[in-house]
């Protein structure tokens, strides 16, 4: 329950907050062993989500 719920803050805010939350005082504690990998889709998605708020394209 616990890395799901880091993972869900890491998403939602950032890495730190999760590290934060956690009670870690590095957040390489949380990269390496929380944090699951995004694929591929994932990545590109959040990149044209990124692009849309900062209106770099339509």
Not at 28 to 50: F, H, M, P, W
């Amino acid at each position: 329950m616990c890395k799901t719920a880091i993972n869900l803050l890491s998403n939602l805010s950032d890495i730190n907050f999760a590290a934060e939350y956690a009670h870690h005082n590095d957040t390489k504690v949380i990269k390496d062993y929380y944090i699951k990998a995004r694929t591929g889709a994932e990545n590109r998605s959040k990149i044209l989500q990124i692009r849309q708020r900062k209106r770099i394209i339509k």
